[in-house]
């Protein structure tokens, strides 16, 4: 079924880019230099801001040393960012004030990201940087929808991580996966990407429509 919000909240990593790989191969370079547990950190980084995951292994200066080296790692590497299917055309269709961008990347590895992969920037951002609480916490949601001018509930999300799913259905959005992985919370609609969304406009406001 179609959903007619006032607003579209997209994630970015898994959603608009294709970055996943790049996440993974800075953070296994990061395990080296800090000496933490690869294998145990990959589970946990995806979708969360890093240093709700950096908090949880190490204490004082060192958190604060790992989250600028995860950061540099990153946007060393976000030129090769390439968008999802989908990602830039759909953009391309969105009233440029009705839609966000919500990432628990900080603002520059997001920017470097975007530009890498060519996604088109909307006016309201929300970043790693921009909130006390991240993802699964629903208040990077609750702000994004704010800066639209709207409420949660009148939002649909795009997510891939059940941190995000957890985060945008405790803000009150109705939620849209993307890909394949499996959450606890169900999802409105599921989508293997954006190639599989439209969204038109007309004087009754947007439509979001799955094919």
């Avoid at 992969?117 to 991240?134: E, H, K, Q, R, S």
Wanted: proline letters at 6%; glycine letters at 6%.
């Amino acid at each position: 079924m179609p959903i007619h919000p006032k607003a579209i909240l997209f994630d970015s990593d898994g959603v608009l880019v294709d970055s996943h790989h790049l996440v993974m191969k800075a953070w296994k370079q990061l395990s080296v230099e800090f000496e933490l547990d690869f294998e145990k950190l990959q589970t946990e980084v995806v979708g969360v801001r890093a240093v709700e995951t950096l908090t949880r292994y190490l204490t004082g200066d060192a958190v604060n040393q790992a989250l600028a080296r995860i950061d540099e790692i990153e946007i060393e590497t976000a030129s090769q960012t390439k968008p999802i299917n989908g990602a830039v055309e759909l953009l391309s269709t969105l009233p440029n004030t009705s839609w966000a961008i919500v990432t628990s990347a900080s603002r520059d590895l997001g920017l470097a990201r975007w530009s890498g992969a060519n996604i088109a920037l909307p006016p309201v951002i929300v970043t790693a940087d921009d909130v006390t609480n991240g993802k699964p916490n629903p208040e990077p949601f609750i702000v994004g929808a704010k800066k639209c001018g709207v409420a949660p509930q009148d939002c649909v999300v795009f997510e891939d991580s059940p941190a995000g799913a957890a985060a945008a259905t405790a803000a009150g959005a109705t939620v849209v996966a993307v890909g394949n992985q499996e959450w606890d919370i169900e999802p409105f609609a599921r989508v293997n990407d954006l190639s599989e969304v439209t969204v038109t406009t007309n004087s009754e406001g947007m439509t979001v429509d799955f094919r």
